[in-house]
Nanobody, 121 residues
Framework: QVQLVESGGGLVQPGGSLRLSCAAS????????MGWYRQAPGKQRELVARMVGRITGRGSTKFGDSVRGRFTISRDNAKNTVVLQMNKLKPEDTGVYFCHAEDGNTEDEYWGQGTQVTVSS
């Protein structure tokens, strides 16, 4: 089992920045991929950013088309944490952001509880 605890989020003006963190605990050595998805009201959950590779090693990254160039994702292996840095935020970035992890052995998926991000003036 893997537990994911998110922090960060909140209200920010357009053009501003926010930082989300996701701390993983439990069977983290088997995590194959970790990242963030978001869901806006009335819309499907979509990929924001994802890192593929064991949490203890290097990984490749993938971004959603709408955030590429504005958001970055990084990993602190010592803290078992993945950080999403969001810059140049737009109102359309508003939604609930969920941390996600995949077990490379069992293909089980884990989700955090979600954190609200609101971009508004």
């Amino acid at each position: 089992q893997v537990q994911l605890v998110e922090s960060g989020g909140g209200l920010v003006q357009p053009g501003g920045s926010l930082r989300l963190s996701c701390a993983a605990s439990g069977s983290i050595s088997s995590i194959h991929a970790m990242g963030w998805y978001r869901q806006a009201p009335g819309k499907q959950r979509e990929l924001v950013a994802r890192m593929v590779g064991r949490i203890t090693g290097r990984g490749s990254t993938k971004f959603g088309d709408s955030v590429r160039g504005r958001f970055t994702i990084s990993r602190d292996n010592a803290k078992n944490t993945v950080v999403l840095q969001m810059n140049k935020l737009k109102p359309e970035d508003t939604g609930v952001y969920f941390c996600h992890a995949e077990d490379g052995n069992t293909e089980d998926e884990y989700w955090g509880q979600g954190t609200q991000v609101t971009v508004s003036s």
